[in-house]
């Protein structure tokens, strides 16, 4: 194999990554009590999902030296998360300076794996990091700390067996797979907590080959676009994001429409990104994580700057403030769209209407969804402060765990053992798993209250370790020969 500067500069990394991570390495010896159930053996810990969350996490739980974890996508590798099969902005949204996965080693951070790649200048003229960028930087970050990830995973159902969790998979040859754990965490990303969310009315009314959802993108040729009048609904980043991809592909026409009077401007994550919020939002009381998330949630995500001009350089384009959907129907080949403002008429639809929180609709999670506490369970806004979006949310413990809409419900104990580390955690617990932007904080809070569990749990296992612990360190009383 060839050596290049950039190779020769990775591998250079990787064996500093490798020499940082026995620098820490204290202790480090193995401590969690082994499980077996019959000849089964248990893991301490299952991750669902191997992109950016899921990987952080495994990573994190191993810098407290709980290795019997085992990460499971259901994606092929190289798959994994959005960055390289649905999304279609250019570059992330994060400032380039973001920190995370690396858990606070330095030689693991973006910017480690990035100069080494493309050189010091590089960085420094860099605005933000492309997604192809990222998710090599991710599959870098997977191959040199070797993470347990098994691909072609499916999690259909979780049920409670005893202690532990019975995990019950399907590839994609239709083969089933079950897996004990003590411990799960879903880090299933954005739509973890529910589904994408298409409007009714589209769904019933329009050919599905003549729509897509903004997450189905990668499903989508859009070279298929051109010629065509293709009309946009939804005001969020993505929908920028596919409006721009197909005025680039060569669509005659594209028209965004949003039901807000203006363009959202202000990006709250902006303001989130400091230590405060990002460390210790969870330990507000209810009402203030309330007041908070629904003037989050209000401002919502703008497209950013250079997104919105991607689209408003071709003349093709226009967008429509104040303008929802509220009906859909063929009128011979055309799609008639009827809005506020009129009938508006396309050759092909882009929904980006985001998703909708409901655990009942996730195969992972609808098994139990019903016992689940919601914001909607646990607490009662003042009046005026009604908020339907918050209120479905799940209602988390102090270490992302769901917690029993019933806390007398013996049957609701496994709950606290499935840990929520995706999008829908955000109302109690703020930017975590599923956001870039929280990810240092979030997986340490996560796998420290994992080990914490996990000891506790086997607190007289390892008293009686240490009541029969003997080894000799003092070994001669006598004096050393001359």
């Known amino acids: 194999m060839t050596q290049t500067p950039a190779t020769v500069a990775l591998a250079e990394l990787e064996a500093r990554v490798r020499r940082d991570l026995e620098l820490v390495r204290y202790p480090a010896r193995p401590w969690t009590r082994p499980v077996t159930q019959g000849d089964e053996a248990v893991l301490d810990v299952a991750v669902i999902g191997a992109g950016q969350g899921g990987l952080a996490a495994s990573f994190a739980l191993s810098r407290f030296n709980i290795d019997r974890v085992k990460v499971f996508d259901r994606a092929t590798r190289g798959g994994e998360g959005p960055w390289v099969t649905f999304a279609r902005m250019l570059t992330l949204r994060t400032p380039k300076h973001v920190s995370g996965p690396d858990c606070g080693v330095p030689s693991l951070t973006p910017r480690a794996w990035f100069e080494a790649r493309y050189g010091a200048e590089a960085w420094q003229a860099l605005d933000k990091i492309s997604r192809h960028d990222w998710q090599a930087y991710l599959d870098w970050y997977r191959h040199v700390l070797d993470l347990p990830v098994v691909n072609d995973r499916r999690l259909e159902r979780v049920t409670p067996e005893g202690d532990h969790l019975r995990l019950s998979f399907v590839d994609a040859a239709g083969g089933q797979h079950t897996q004990l754990a003590r411990k799960l965490v879903l880090a299933t990303g954005i739509d973890g907590g529910g589904q994408w969310h298409v409007p009714g009315f589209i769904r019933t009314a329009i050919p599905r080959d003549r729509y897509i959802h903004t997450s189905e993108a990668a499903s989508l040729d859009f070279a298929s676009l051109v010629g065509k009048r293709v009309g946009v609904l939804g005001a969020g980043a993505s929908a920028f994001d596919n409006a721009a991809t197909a005025l680039e592909a060569g669509a005659a026409s594209v028209t965004l429409c949003l039901r807000r009077k203006d363009i959202p401007r202000v990006n709250p994550y902006r ?77 092909f ?9 409901d655990l009942a609709q996730r195969p992972e999670t609808a098994s139990f969804a019903d016992k689940v506490a919601l914001w909607s369970d646990r607490f009662t806004p003042a009046a005026g402060e009604d908020n339907a979006l918050l209120s479905a949310h799940p209602y988390l413990g102090e270490v992302f765990q769901f917690l029993p809409r019933d806390p007398s419900d013996p049957s609701a104990m496994f709950l606290r053992d499935i840990h929520n580390f995706t999008f829908g955690a955000m109302p109690s617990m703020g930017l975590s798993g599923a956001s870039i932007s929280g990810m240092r904080f979030g997986v340490d809070r996560l796998a420290r209250g994992i080990a914490r569990d996990l000891f506790v749990r086997d607190g007289a296992w390892h008293l009686q370790t240490l009541l029969d612990f003997n080894a000799e360190e003092l070994i001669s009383l006598e004096p050393p020969a001359a």
Not at 290 to 300: E, G, T, V
Not at 316 to 336: K, L, R, V, Y
Not at 349 to 354: C, E, M, Y
């Open 349 to 357: 639809l882009i929904i980006g209407t985001g998703f909708a929180t």
């Open 271 to 347: 303001w989130m990104e400091n230590t405060g919020f990002l460390a210790h939002f969870a330990s507000l009381p209810d009402v203030q994580k309330w007041r908070f998330m629904a003037r989050i949630y209000d401002l919502n995500q703008p497209p950013p700057q250079d997104t919105f001009w991607r689209c408003r350089r071709f003349p093709q384009f226009s967008f429509q403030m104040g303008c929802p959907w509220n009906s859909a129907t063929m009128h011979g080949d055309e799609i008639a769209i009827g809005t506020p403002q009129g009938e508006l008429r396309f050759d």
